[in-house]
Structure formats: C-alpha cells, structure tokens
T-cell receptor, first 116, second 116 residues
Framework: GAGVSQSPSNKVTEKGKDVELRCDPISGHTALYWYRQSLGQGLEFLIYFQGNSAPDKSGLPSDRFSAERTGGSVSTLTIQRTQQEDSAVYLC??????????????FGPGTRLTVL | AQTVTQSQPEMSVQEAETVTLSCTYDTSENNYYLFWYKQPPSRQMILVIRQEAYKQQNATENRFSVNFQKAAKSFSLKISDSQLGDTAMYFCAFWNYGGSQGNLIFGKGTKLSVKP
C-alpha cells in the first residue's frame, strides 16, 4: 500500500489476556518505530528497528512488552498479561532510513487498545 | 536527556485568523531537527513542517511557518488564515541526528479548535 497500515484498528481485551498488534511499513523503509499514546499525553517511544541491527528496546515499559520485525518488513508488538494501564493508542511509523538527514517518519492510523 | 514542552493544552481560533502554538525544548546537543506534526480525529499523524537546527532561516510551508529561536530553545508554529480543517492535535517533536537515537521525542500536544 501507499502508507503505513496497522491492524486491528481497535482492540478490546480483558485484563490478563495477551494481544498482538501488527504494523505494515511503507515498502522499502528500513526503519520502523512503535510509540504509545495515552489519553492526554504525547507519544511515548517504545521500540525502534533499523535494518538488520539489534532493535533499540529502551522505551519498552516492562518485560510484558515485546516486538519483532520479520524479514525487515512487518512488525508485531505483543503485550502479555495486559493491564488496564496498557489502554492507549499504539502508533507505528516507518522512515526510509533511521539515521537519515531528515528522519521524516510516516505514521500509521494506530491501534486503539482497551483493556477491561 | 532531551525534553519537549508544549505549554498550551488547548487553543481556539476563529476561521481566517492567525494562531501561534508554542514549543520549547531542552537539549545539550547541536545537531538536531525539530518537527511539527498534526493529528486530526482520524488519528493519522501528518508532518506539517520541519526545521534543521543549523539553519537560521525559519521554515515555511504555505500557511504554516515557524519561529525558531535556537538560543532560547523555542520553536513556535504559526498558522495563518486558519481553516476548519486545521482543527487537530499538534505535536512538537525533536530528533537528535548526532546520536544513535532514532526515535522522535514528542511534547504532550496542543489541541487546536478552529471555529467558524
């Protein structure tokens, strides 16, 4: 597709369940980012993938959060044993190269996660 | 650590008027970019304008312009001839391209309402 896509658009789950959120970046973009946007807050960095390098996981809030990027393209963010404080919009972005001159990041529409 | 502060949680402006959104940041770095992103109710983050820190000239994109004051670490966004479609959350963001960090650092956003 022309832009970054994310699925599902909305996800409602029960506390304690695991969830998987998917991101399809723009074809050819080597860098991929996950951010979390809680109500009334800015975007909080979670994890960053750049090519075949080891990901920067410094923003992950706990070991319940993990992410993979297969084949340098699609990424999945997994939250295990969800808690109510995990409720937020999860945004994915990609850019042509992580260390580029402009680092313009192209965002997907996000997944709204609600943990009951 | 870098921080970005947007001191105006909400603002409103009459259609066709001009509005200025404030942003300040804190960094000890010299090589960085600053961005303004727009997030309408659709949640799709859209890049509005960017500024390279080494450039003294303020960036402009049609009705959008910035006032970049490097010494004061201030980066405000001016929207001229406001339109109803400008109604959105606006986020100021920082990227240090001199380091290994790939992610953007965002402020908490300003909710702008354009009134007819």
């Amino acid at each position: 597709g022309a832009g970054v896509s994310q699925s599902p658009s909305n996800k409602v789950t029960e506390k304690g369940k695991d969830v998987e959120l998917r991101c399809d970046p723009i074809s050819g973009h080597t860098a991929l980012y996950w951010y979390r946007q809680s109500l009334g807050q800015g975007l909080e960095f979670l994890i960053y993938f750049q090519g075949n390098s080891a990901p920067d996981k410094s923003g992950l809030p706990s070991d319940r959060f993990s992410a993979e990027r297969t084949g340098g393209s699609v990424s999945t963010l997994t939250i295990q044993r969800t808690q109510q404080e995990d409720s937020a919009v999860y945004l994915c972005a990609s850019s042509p190269r992580g260390g580029g001159a402009t680092n313009e990041q192209f965002f997907g529409p996000g997944t709204r996660l609600t943990v009951l | 650590a870098q921080t970005v502060t947007q001191s105006q949680p909400e603002m409103s402006v009459q259609e066709a008027e001009t509005v200025t959104l404030s942003c300040t940041y804190d960094t000890s770095e010299n090589n960085y970019y600053l961005f303004w992103y727009k997030q309408p109710p659709s949640r799709q983050m859209i890049l509005v304008i960017r500024q390279e820190a080494y450039k003294q000239q303020n960036a402009t994109e049609n009705r959008f312009s910035v006032n970049f004051q490097k010494a004061a670490k201030s980066f405000s966004l001016k929207i001229s001839d406001s339109q109803l479609g400008d109604t959105a959350m606006y986020f100021c963001a920082f990227w240090n391209y001199g380091g290994s960090q790939g992610n953007l650092i965002f402020g908490k956003g300003t909710k702008l309402s354009v009134k007819p």
